[in-house]
Structure formats: C-alpha cells, structure tokens
C-alpha cells in the first residue's frame, strides 16, 4: 500500500511540476500590442458551419452587425449542415435585412466523416478574403474583433493565428464550472504558445491564409475524425512551418461562446473532445493529456480508497493539496490574464475530477453523439 501511494504522489508532483511551467510561461506574456499603422487592410472569409441553431444563430448575426471593420474587406459565408429546425430560416432572414454584408449560404456536401471539415472545406472552395476565419453558430464576435485580427496579421505577418474563446460570465453554478473549465483551457494554449510548444486551439475563433490551408493540404490525413477540425490543422503547421503560427492575446480578440444547458449535454460535449485526444501526437500535448487524466484518476481513486478504509485521511489531505495547490495558482493567474472574476475556483476544481472519469469512461467505446447524429472515432 505504501508503494501505490508513493507511485499516486509521483503522478502528482509530475502533475504540478507540468502546470507551474504552463503558469510561469502564463504569467510572462503579455497582451498583443497594437502598433500605430497606416491600414492595410486583410480580406477575411468568415466560415460558420451550422446545425439546428436556431436558438443561438441570432446572437451570432446580431454580433456582426456591429464589427468595426469595412464590409468591404470581409464577407460572410454560412454552411448549412443538413438543420432540421428553422435555422437556415433565420439566415436568410437575416441577410434579406442586412444587404450590405456580403454574404452567402450554401448546402453542405458530406465527403467523410467529419461534417464540420466538409462544411469549411465547402466554404473554402467559393472563399474570396485572403483569410479563412471560422467561428461557431453559439458565439458573440466583438466589435474589434476582425480589426485586431488583421493589426496582428501585418504585425507578426502570421499565416494561421488562433485566439482566445471565453464564456461570459453568469451565476449559474453549472455556467461558472465551463468557465473556468474554458478558462484552464485557453491558458494551456497560451501557455503552450508561449513555451514554443503549441498544440491545441479552438475552432469558435481560429483564422489561417487561404493559400496557407491549400499548402497544408487542408484536413487530409484526419478526415476519419469526427472534430479536430482545429487541432489537427494547427499541429499540421506547427510540424511544417512553425514560424508562421500565432496566437492572438487581446481583449479585442476574443469571442464569447454559450455555455451547455445541463449536466448530459456538458458530458456529451467533453466526450465528443475526448475522442480525437488520441491524435495527438508525442510533444507536450499528449504528454499533458495523459498527466492531467491521470492526476484526476488518482485523486478519484484516493477518494475512493479512503471511503473503503484502505487509506488514511492524511493520505487524501496530501493528494488534495498536490493536485489542487498548482491548480488554484494556475486559474487565478489566468483569471487575472483573461479579465475573468475568480471566484468559484474551488468548487469547480471539486467537480473536475468526477467530470473527467465519467468522460474517460464514458469514451472508451469511441462513440457519441453530437446534434442529433452518432458518430464514431
């Protein structure tokens, strides 16, 4: 019993040794600085890829109407995945009110398994802007949002640039758990950045050139996967020309994403992310995908093993402390980083553990669902 317990405690100094780096690389950056220059500006193709939205895809539209950026200079152009609901109803109810906005809808064509990469591979196709920048159906763009983004293409000359996605802010328990959730995510990116080791970023606000994409040859060698449609590009890049990849750290940046309704739908969310975790490849974020589910497995299992009378209540103590100390470091620096409110950490950091076991386990057959269809990895 002392072996596994010494083993458990190793997992977890490892654990907190990999997130006081990712802390410290955290804590040295600083947010994108907007040079004073005269503007040149880049021409953006912004992809949403939709399915049975209806509820969210207002917020999104309403979202563009305020973008301070010529309309001239980007375009919109929305993919509709085969909705049953009145989605496409409302885009083009939309457009018919906002005729300035150069825009356009199509049908998406189903060509592997990924419905989200044939709808951008869709989009690409027909794309006019220099850029591709993709965002989702249940997001809020700000009004700087494609200024700051063209600021840090003519600054860095990047030819892929990811960028912080949030959740706003709310006081719904469940709401402040994927906060701070997103939270740890977008500071594991940054962080990753930063150390000169990306592997991860978000889709909901994610811009390459379009030429850049054909050099990478698009989604080719990933088409079985269901998602990654962000992740798998990225470390296509980071692999070949690593140079060209940024990430954009800047309020004006940012995009503002919906938080799940219910505890099912949150489980159904993490497993569908879970399934392409296999893909990574050997680098920092396989590495730190095995670190953290093993840090959660082991306090899990200490928890248990406590309640069964196999461990000492000191043992658990120090299992808690390892794992949560680096932890609580990790979020209220980021919190500070991305302007996010604190409060709450703890019991959210409770709730971690639990939600990442069900997901573990709950993705093992490599199956689930996702609006309304099944899929498997």
């Known amino acids: 019993m002392v072996v596994l317990?010494?083993?458990?405690?190793?997992?977890?100094?490892?654990?907190?040794?990999?997130?006081?780096?990712?802390?410290?690389?955290?804590?040295?950056?600083?947010?994108?600085?907007?040079?004073?220059?005269?503007p040149h500006r880049t021409t953006f193709s912004v992809v949403v890829v939709f399915r049975n939205e209806a509820d969210n895809l207002g917020t999104l539209l309403r979202s563009f109407q305020f973008l301070e950026y010529p309309r001239d200079s980007f375009e919109l152009i929305f993919i509709n995945d085969d909705s049953t609901d009145n989605s496409e109803r409302i885009v083009n109810q939309w457009r018919l009110e906002n005729g300035a906005f150069a825009t356009t809808l199509l049908d998406n064509l189903r060509l592997s398994s990924s419905p989200k990469k044939d709808g951008i591979t869709r989009a690409i196709s027909i794309a006019k802007g220099d850029f591709i920048v993709s965002t989702d159906a249940d997001c809020k763009v700000g009004v700087s949002w494609l200024s700051t983004l063209d600021a840090h293409i003519r600054q860095t000359g990047a030819k892929m640039v990811a960028a912080p996605v949030l959740i706003a802010p709310e006081k719904k328990p469940l709401t402040r758990f994927q906060q701070f959730d997103f939270l740890s995510l977008q500071a594991t990116t940054l962080g990753s950045f930063s150390m000169g080791k990306p592997f991860m970023c978000n889709a909901a606000n994610f811009a390459y050139k379009k030429d850049f994409f054909k050099q990478l040859d698009g989604f080719r060698g990933n088409e079985d996967f269901a998602g990654g449609d962000d992740v798998f590009l990225l470390q296509k890049a980071v692999d070949q020309h690593p140079e060209c990849v940024s990430y954009l750290f800047h309020p004006g940046a940012t995009v503002y994403t919906k938080a799940v309704g219910s505890v099912s739908a949150l489980i159904g969310q993490r497993v569908r992310w879970a399934s392409k975790a296999r893909a990574y490849r050997a680098g920092l974020g396989e590495q730190l995908s095995v670190i953290v589910l093993t840090a959660n497995l082991v306090l899990v299992c200490s928890v248990i093993g406590w309640a069964m009378g196999f461990f000492a209540a000191w043992v658990v103590v120090g299992m808690v402390l390892l794992k949560f100390l680096p932890d609580i470091v990790f979020l209220t620096t980021a919190s500070r980083k991305f302007g996010q409110k604190s409060r709450g950490i703890v019991p959210s950091l409770l709730l971690y553990p639990l939600l990442t076991s069900a997901v573990v386990f709950l993705a093992l057959p490599g199956k689930f669902s996702w609006k309304g269809r099944r899929f498997t990895r």
């Open 5 to 38: 317990i010494i083993v458990a405690a190793l997992y977890l100094i490892t654990y907190a040794v990999y997130i006081l780096q990712l802390t410290r690389a955290l804590g040295a950056t600083g947010p994108f600085v907007l040079a004073d220059e005269t």
